[in-house]
């Protein structure tokens, strides 16, 4: 595992991720959906679909905040019955973001949430469940652990992804911040946390219905690093599937989201790297097996 410092923050990679960045970057395409709940059942189809395409365990990533709700609260549904016991019993599970210092029963974490949507059915039949442990005095050593079980299983079949937004219409991926340093060789960094992310995770939650004390808002205001899979986990993904749902609560999507599918890249290495660290929703640009589901009021 390779450590690099970039500013203030801290990225891991491997060297063997050291690929370079495709010379004919694919056409980004997304499909609009009429509601959330059509986004969800065809989120959850992606992953059906995949099950039915490959032998054996599936490993896929979580997308906190609104954007899989949907999806989640119908895998909830069909965990209470025996349905799709078959393909809970072959996923391992991983979270691909987290606030950091934070004890992880706080209400305003990823873990707290996805049990509340997931329920305990979901997670007593899946093969296994990994969040970024964010109890710890070892955030880096804690992270290595976690990428190496990852990588222990073959890797990333399926990275659930949202679009969160920036200053200037920029825009994050997981918590990949504009203008960290975040290179296409970087699985994951520990980078300092900001006050507009602060905010934005705190009004999603609350917008998505999550019961959150006021201990938990004190502690997560307190938060000072948030840790993050970076672009070499999102570009090494067999496949991305990206929903963008909540443009009505967070206007700012629609600007970032326009800059993400109008942006012309440079086909200079040194000029794409510099746009891709000013704006890192453009990373997603780069995957070649990308599933985009939108509703109609992100094109507002």
């Not at 000013?278 to 780069?286: D, S, V």
Request: glycine fraction near 8%.
């Amino acid at each position: 595992m390779n450590r690099r410092n970039a500013g203030a923050n801290v990225w891991l990679g491997y060297s063997e991720s050291a690929n370079g960045f495709p010379v004919n970057p694919p056409k980004y395409d997304y499909e609009i959906m009429q509601s959330e709940q059509n986004v969800g059942r065809a989120m959850f189809d992606e992953l059906v679909c995949y099950a039915k395409e490959k032998e054996g365990d599936i490993t896929i990533v979580l997308l906190g905040g609104r954007g899989a709700q949907a999806m989640y609260r119908l895998i909830n549904d069909l965990s209470q019955t025996v349905e799709i016991d078959d393909l809970l019993g072959r996923l391992h599970v991983f979270t691909q973001d987290a606030l950091a210092p934070m004890q992880m029963n706080n209400g305003l974490s990823f873990v707290r949430d996805f049990e509340r949507l997931l329920g305990a059915k979901f997670f007593a039949k899946i093969k296994s469940f990994t969040p970024m442990n964010t109890e710890t005095d070892d955030l880096e050593g804690e992270l290595v652990k976690y990428l190496e079980k990852l990588e222990s299983l073959g890797g990333i079949d399926i990275f659930f992804l949202g679009l969160g937004p920036e200053a200037d219409a920029a825009s994050h991926l997981a918590y990949i911040k504009p203008n960290s340093g975040a290179k296409y060789t970087d699985y994951a960094g520990i980078i300092p946390i900001s006050s507009s992310i602060l905010e934005h995770h705190i009004n999603k939650f609350k917008v998505g219905g999550s019961e959150i004390s006021e201990r938990d808002e004190t502690e997560c205001r307190a938060a000072t690093h948030i840790l993050t899979l970076g672009p070499a986990a999102i570009l090494s993904a067999r496949r991305i599937v990206q929903s963008i749902v909540d443009a009505s609560t967070a206007p700012a999507k629609r600007e970032s989201f326009r800059r993400v599918v109008e942006t012309e890249l440079s086909e200079q290495a040194d000029e794409l790297e510099k746009q891709l660290d000013e704006n890192p929703g453009l990373w997603i640009r780069l995957h070649a097996n990308v599933k985009a589901l939108i509703l109609p009021d992100v094109l507002i």
